[in-house]
Structure formats: structure tokens, C-alpha cells
């Protein structure tokens, strides 16, 4: 999680000018400008659907989930792994992670074809 506060790196994380076609798209601006409402509606929508263990469950235990598991793209896939293209980095494949994080844990392809939106290279 080192590199959210690495300076250099932040920078990087606010650069939109790989996406202007989503920069442009209404459902996005709209998602953008209604973050806050949206984040603070979910458990409002689950508490009043099914209980407070509909609230537990399907908002609070599935964003945790979510964040290790998003989290451990980073810190798994940078230690553990294969690595298939030497970039210069420590960047590796993990098929575990790439399970669990629905493709992201081919990092290494990410990092040596960091313009490419496929996570695998292979029809697998």
C-alpha cells in the first residue's frame, strides 16, 4: 500500500489523460459527481431490504472482501508468483489472485503492456 503515498506515484493515480473518452461519458460523470450519495445509499438500501444482516453482509463483509482482495493484487503479485516478461520490475502473474480479482492478478502482463485492457495474453 506503500505506493499510495509515494509522491511520485500520486501523481500517476490522478493522470487522466490516457481516458478522455470516459472523461466524456455520462454515466461515469454522473457516478463521479454522486460518489458520496451513492456510497452512503447502498447500506441505507440493504438495511431496508433485508435487515441488518442483509446491511452486514452484503455491504460491509463484501467491501472488505473486496478491498483485500484488490489490496493483495499489489502486495501478493509483487512477491509471489511468475514472472513472464522481464520488466524491470517485481511484478509477477498469480493465478490464485488472478481468481479471486476476476483477471487482475495477471499483474505482470499489466505492467509489460500497461496499454492493453485484456488481463491475459493466453485463451485461458
Same mark, same amino acid.
Given at each position: 500500500?506503500?505506493?499510495?503515498?509515494? =509522491? %511520485?506515484?500520486?501523481? !500517476?493515480? /490522478?493522470? &487522466?489523460?490516457?481516458?478522455?473518452?470516459?472523461?466524456?461519458?455520462? @454515466?461515469?460523470?454522473?457516478? %463521479? =459527481? $454522486?460518489?458520496?450519495?451513492? &456510497?452512503?445509499?447502498?447500506?441505507?438500501?440493504?438495511?431496508?431490504?433485508? +435487515?441488518? =444482516?442483509?446491511?452486514?453482509?452484503?455491504?460491509?463483509?463484501?467491501?472488505?472482501? &473486496?478491498? #483485500?482482495? &484488490?489490496?493483495?493484487?499489489?502486495?501478493?503479485? #509483487?512477491? @509471489?508468483?511468475?514472472? *513472464?516478461?522481464?520488466? +524491470?520490475?517485481?511484478?509477477?502473474?498469480?493465478?490464485?489472485?488472478? !481468481?479471486?480479482?476476476?483477471? *487482475?492478478?495477471? #499483474? $505482470? $502482463? #499489466?505492467?509489460? /503492456?500497461?496499454? =492493453?485492457?485484456?488481463? +491475459?495474453?493466453?485463451?485461458?
Amino acid at each position: 500500500m506503500g505506493w499510495l503515498f509515494n =509522491s %511520485k506515484d500520486q501523481k !500517476i493515480l /490522478f493522470d &487522466t489523460s490516457n481516458i478522455p473518452e470516459l472523461k466524456k461519458d455520462p @454515466y461515469y460523470n454522473w457516478l %463521479k =459527481s $454522486n460518489y458520496l450519495k451513492i &456510497t452512503i445509499a447502498q447500506p441505507l438500501v440493504y438495511l431496508a431490504i433485508g +435487515g441488518p =444482516s442483509a446491511m452486514v453482509w452484503g455491504c460491509l463483509v463484501r467491501t472488505l472482501c &473486496t478491498w #483485500h482482495v &484488490t489490496w493483495a493484487v499489489n502486495s501478493v503479485c #509483487h512477491v @509471489y508468483g511468475r514472472q *513472464e516478461y522481464n520488466t +524491470g520490475d517485481l511484478s509477477m502473474n498469480n493465478p490464485v489472485i488472478g !481468481i479471486l480479482a476476476q483477471g *487482475e492478478g495477471w #499483474h $505482470n $502482463n #499489466h505492467h509489460a /503492456f500497461q496499454d =492493453s485492457c485484456r488481463h +491475459g495474453l493466453k485463451w485461458w
